[in-house]
């Protein structure tokens, strides 16, 4: 005889004599602790002439059962009730019972229903049996109702059942006048669900449902992507049918919900996610939406791994130092107003969130970033909860803001009434939290131009806060966090984006709020007074060819927006016009913000100084090995840092003040195969003084190279640009939309956008949840403007027979320039050996077992020596289902300064 369902399940079958327990026994976990989730399966298989290859059927149908619902190694995994043998009724009946289904208490009961099914002349529907006599129904078979109601009626707090039978959904009419038995308290105090896996006038085939429930199983632990711990019958159904697909035969095998006791999307816990990965957070609720996120964090610890100096703990905690040292003093001074602000792309978010995480306590006392923490420069650590809490404005309104403020600070909104302006009221509630007595609050706000009423939330939500955020007496000076006497202390810090003050301007910065002053060249930032580059400084900019490619196009886009001029493509030195979306580029939102706080510090993170912090961002992300090291060809240590710092000025010098571009840079010298050419080559560095629209399109050609062509790549990513919300969910829609701009569908969708997340390409994208869905978006908002353009032509790059600047060139020559390689040449292959493991797609990890770079770019701009920098590290993909090809996770941009049908047979 086939083995049954509890040899399926490991615990072997139980003769039809013996029962699995007493009653109510089945319920139990492995320590005889009642169970809290329990899967119950009343599994027909042996019939006789058909059973061999039916009773097949029915153990594939139990095997996927037991990999969604019994995995090894679950969180909260569901007991499995050992089956006996179903010969007939009776057998039925006792299993109920001495399994105690309807006695079944705990969190959630999921039983399955398979097997022969037959629709009776009354309209009953029977499940069949072994010894079933045709003719004799009501006496030899069961009624399924019984069954699926034994589980309804049970105590358990939410019930799913399946029924997987011929002519499934027959059972609808008598369950719904049954279900009329159960208390009204009982049908919508949890949650009651069944399911019929055919219609009430069809076959089912016994192997057709498994093979479709292991491919939506698949397509949950990839491309789904929901985020949370449990699915709702929707997000099961959903992915169902999209499994189905259109063809009409098989949308015949769709489910159908019979007995609905809970919303269509809400959560149950009869439906275990296998996709879901709980998170990593590392610092406190309040603060999350600004922190940096640990995956980021985690990409720098990696490589400080390999750094000269064993207390050096790498970019994150030591980089930008003078700018982290004022942000930091400002944050120890109750009261006050500090607007952090900067061009598109010069790393306002990544300041903010750098001094959002080292405050929290949690974060700084995690034994993974202890020490580093500990390691960091002086006057750069922020006291423990120095920031209250943290807000992004990013797609916010002004009563979103304000809701995440209250919420943060631990008030709870009053919901407000039919005719109350929601704004209004927990303006007023905000007020009243601060004028009571108790500790200093300090509030940082980011994203404020990305926000969808910026203005709004100037005037209606952060001017009423004002007058709380006098600093008291003597404040200039850095002093102990204590409660306040009569109220609460206000301290507020916002990031907002703006263009750079004209060159005049830029140099005469003097100081209000205590920050040091800065003169031109003196490092790290520009600290502004009310009274330098005020409200005329925020014009369009048309930067010189020493402020790069980046600066140029950063200011010219916010300038276009305010005057609407329209202008060149900026690779060829001109301006461009960037798309004005909610008020993100309004010039006029700095000059708001210093009208209702006239006193307020500003700081910019474009200083000159930053130019140097770029230089150092480069070689970071470049990674240079020890001195004490020697490479193949002799070349030391010390040369080769030389050589990579040389390389690092060269590209700061041509995107400053863009740190955006600086990674986008650094990350394309870390991988080419030889980035001492790449460096040196005047198309390269033609790309690199275009900024971000340059850099962007070789890394469009070089995912050639990967398998993911250009034009696919760029309908992807510019999917992702239009998305409303919080970005594009993979699952059908990213391949929809992104068919939608190509102009066709897309071959392999899934293939695509898995070879995007894992590629080069991933450090241009990054992602967020919303309604339980891992989305995806631009990076950066200058970005998403600059893919949203229709003018821009980002397929535009060097090709094989392209002239190079002054010339022309062989074929194959001018792709070579660029390193994208030509055709017929393999691409850049990853070093064999580095290390890598759990590191974002593309980030790589450049410690002392890296190979380092041999050349050098000397002062007449061409390479000395020969490759090579190590190539990125590609992370191993999440375990995924040996008949699923292998998709990554979602890839975090590397340390983004911003943030064949087997027979079928009926059942």
């Known amino acids: 005889m086939q083995r049954g369902a509890g040899a399926l399940a490991g615990r072997g079958n139980t003769p039809s004599g013996e029962p699995p327990g007493g009653p109510g026994e089945g319920g139990r976990g492995p320590a005889g602790e009642p169970a809290e989730r329990v899967l119950v399966t009343v599994a027909v298989r042996d019939y006789g002439d058909d059973a061999g290859e039916f ?86 078979a069961v009624r399924t109702s019984e069954i699926v109601a034994a589980a309804l009626d049970s105590h358990a707090e939410h019930v799913l059942v399946i029924v997987n039978t011929c002519y499934a959904r027959g059972v609808a009419d008598e369950l719904v006048r049954l279900c009329r038995e159960i208390g009204p308290k009982r049908r919508h105090g949890g949650s009651l669900e069944v399911i019929a896996t055919c219609d009430h006038d069809q076959l089912v085939h016994v192997r057709r449902f498994p093979s479709v429930l292991r491919r939506v199983l698949d397509r949950l632990r990839t491309t789904a992507q929901i985020t949370s ?42 439906l275990p996610n296998p996709g879901y990965r709980p998170p990593r957070e590392v610092v406190a609720p309040a603060r999350r939406q600004v922190a940096t996120p640990a995956d980021d964090i985690d990409v720098w610890l990696a490589r400080a791994s390999g750094r000269p100096q064993e207390d050096d703990p790498g970019w994150y905690f030591s980089g930008r130092r003078r700018l982290n040292r004022e942000l930091t003093a400002f944050l120890g001074r109750p009261g006050g107003v500090l607007l952090l602000t900067g061009t598109a792309g010069s790393g306002k978010s990544a300041v903010l969130g750098r001094a959002v995480t080292l405050s929290d306590p949690l974060f700084c006392t995690h034994p993974r970033y202890r020490d580093a923490v500990g390691s960091a420069p002086p006057g750069t650590v922020p006291a423990p909860d120095a920031v209250t809490v943290a807000v992004l404005a990013r797609r916010h309104s002004a009563a979103d803001v304000l809701r995440e403020l209250l919420l943060g600070l631990g008030v709870e909104p009053a919901p407000p009434g039919p005719t109350d302006d929601p704004v209004e009221r927990w303006t007023a509630l905000l007020d009243a939290y601060l004028a009571e007595p108790g500790d200093p609050v300090t509030v940082v706000l980011d994203g404020l131009d990305e926000a969808v009423e910026p203005f709004r939330i100037v005037y209606g939500v952060l001017a009423p806060l004002s007058a709380h955020c006098a600093p008291p007496p003597a404040a200039s000076l850095p002093a102990p966090r204590r409660p306040a006497s009569a109220r609460r202390r206000l301290s507020l810090v916002i990031g907002v984006r703006s263009s750079r003050p004209p060159a005049g301007e830029e140099t005469a ?47 010219a886009m916010e300038g276009a927006v305010a005057g609407g001029a329209d202008a060149a493509d900026p690779a060829g030195g001109g301006q461009v016009t960037g798309q004005a979306r909610a008020g993100s580029q309004d010039p006029g939102l700095l000059s708001a913000l210093r009208e209702v706080f006239p006193s307020a510090t500003v700081l910019r993170t474009d200083g000159p100084g930053s130019r140097d912090d770029i230089a150092d961002y480069v070689e970071a992300l470049i990674g240079p090995g020890p001195d004490g090291t020697t490479a193949p060809d002799g070349t030391t240590g010390s040369a080769v840092r030389a050589g990579v710092r040389e390389a690092a000025v060269t590209v700061a010098d041509e995107v400053w003040p863009s740190f955006l571009d600086a990674r986008l840079a650094g990350e394309q010298l870390r991988t080419a195969a030889d980035p001492a050419a790449l460096v040196a080559s005047p198309r390269w560095r033609e790309l690199l003084h275009a900024g971000t629209t340059g850099l962007l399109r070789r890394d469009l050609l070089l995912a050639e190279a990967e398998g993911l062509p250009a034009e696919v790549a760029l309908a992807l990513l510019r999917s ?27 071959e392999d969708p899934d293939r695509m956008i898995a070879t995007l997340l894992r590629g080069g390409l991933s450090g241009y994208l990054a992602h967020d949840h919303e309604d339980d869905r891992l989305v995806y978006r ?124 087997p027979r079928e047979q009926p059942a």
């Open 778 to 901: 631009p990076a950066h908002e200058r970005l998403a403007e600059i893919l949203r353009d229709p003018r821009q032509d980002l397929l535009a790059g060097p090709r094989d027979g392209d002239p190079a600047p002054g010339g022309t060139a062989a074929p194959g020559e001018a792709a070579a320039q660029v390193g994208v390689p030509a055709q017929g040449e393999a691409a850049a292959q990853p070093v064999a050996g580095l290390p890598g493991e759990g590191l974002p797609a593309g980030s790589g990890d450049p410690s002392d077992e890296t190979v380092p770079w041999r050349g050098t770019v000397p002062p007449g701009g061409t390479a000395a020596g020969s490759e090579t920098l190590p190539a990125p590290v590609a992370p191993p993909p999440p375990p995924t289902p040996p008949t699923q090809p292998a998709l990554p996770a979602p890839a975090a941009p590397a340390a983004s300064p911003e943030h064949t049908s």
């Open 720 to 746: 992702g640009a239009f998305a409303l919300g919080a970005g594009i969910p993979w699952s059908n829609v990213w391949p929809t939309v992104a068919g939608a701009l190509l102009g066709r569908p897309i």
């Open 509 to 555: 910065e003097t100081v209000t709020g205590g920050a040091e002053t800065e003169g031109p060249g003196t490092g790290g930032s520009g600290t502004e007074g009310p009274a330098a580059g005020g409200v005329g400084t925020e014009g369009p900019v048309t930067e010189g060819r020493a402020g790069g490619g980046a600066a140029r196009e950063g200011a």
């Open 55 to 140: 009773a097949d059927g029915i153990d594939e149908q139990l095997a996927v059962l037991d990999e969604w619902w019994c995995p090894p190694g679950a969180a909260e995994p569901f007991h499995k009730v050992p089956q006996p043998e179903l010969l007939e009724r009776h057998d039925v009946e006792r299993f109920l019972h001495e399994a105690g289904v309807r006695e079944t208490r705990g969190k959630a009961l999921v039983l399955f229903v398979t097997g022969h099914g037959r629709l009776g002349a009354s309209g009953t529907h029977f499940l069949q049996l072994p010894r079933t006599e045709p003719r004799r129904q009501l006496a030899t």
């Open 229 to 270: 711990p449990w699915l709702s019958v929707a997000h099961l159904m959903t992915e169902f049918e999209n499994e189905l697909g259109s063809d009409a035969e098989r949308r015949k095998h769709r489910l159908h919900r019979i007995v609905e006791g809970a919303g269509q999307t809400t959560l149950t816990p009869c």
